[in-house]
T-cell receptor, first 115, second 116 residues
């Protein structure tokens, strides 16, 4: 059981470049989300989705886009990378959009450096 | 706005001794509370949660946490620490309410270091 799979594991970008962080889950979870982890700041929600075709902003959405065309996949796009986006990015999913007491399942993260 | 405080950046404990990792929260109404653990270069793993009922919650790897509504706390505990427990621990809270407005808020994390 793969769970939540993120690719790539590491990425270095130059300022202004664009890229897509991939996330796929095989648990048939309706809810998927993207977090960034920065030292001393915990995890902050970027975007989330409660099902295919439905996305919404979290607390730090600027500079990022998402789409959800299938239940399994939830890619995160950086349109024009900035050094402030240097971070570790985690994708997470849970069962059911209304299952608020269900725990999140996390991928192993993508470490992004923007120079 | 809801928030989580983990007042200690790091907790040091000797193997075999009991450990406590502190968490206090602020939320409108009743909370759902969670503890997650993160090992190096890995994602967060779920340890335990409080939803309702018994204030003492037992979870994975021998960890437990006690919900204290009057003190708005949810401290993580283990009777006897292991070196393998060394990791980064996150507390998280969500308000018990319907609708997508109910977001999960994480604390800043506490690094647990267990030494021989």
């Amino acid at each position: 059981n793969a769970g939540v799979t993120q690719t790539p594991k590491f990425q270095v970008l130059k300022t202004g470049q664009s890229m897509t962080l991939q996330c796929a889950q095989d648990m048939n979870h309706e809810y998927m989300s993207w977090y960034r982890q920065d030292p001393g700041m915990g995890l902050r929600l970027i975007h989330y989705s409660v099902g295919a075709g439905i996305t919404d902003q979290g607390e730090v959405p600027n500079g990022y886009n998402v789409s959800r065309s299938t239940t399994e996949d939830f890619p995160l796009r950086l349109l024009s990378a900035a050094p402030s986006q240097t971070s570790v990015y985690f994708c997470a999913s849970r069962s059911g959009p209304s299952s608020y007491n269900s725990p999140l399942h996390f991928g192993n993260g993508t470490r992004l450096t923007v120079t | 706005a809801q928030s989580v405080a983990q007042p200690e950046d790091q907790v040091n404990v000797a193997e075999g001794n009991p450990l406590t990792v502190k968490c206090t929260y602020s939320v409108s109404g009743n909370p759902y509370l969670f503890w997650y653990v993160q090992y190096p270069n890995r994602g967060l793993q779920f340890l335990l949660k409080y939803i309702t009922g018994d204030n003492l919650v037992k979870g994975s790897y021998g960890f437990e946490a006690e919900f204290n509504k009057s003190q708005t706390s949810f401290h993580l505990k283990k009777p006897s620490a292991l070196v393998s427990d060394s990791a980064l621990y996150f507390c998280a809270v969500r308000a018990v309410q319907t609708g997508t407005a109910s977001k999960l808020t994480f604390g800043t994390g506490t690094r647990l270091q267990v030494t021989l």
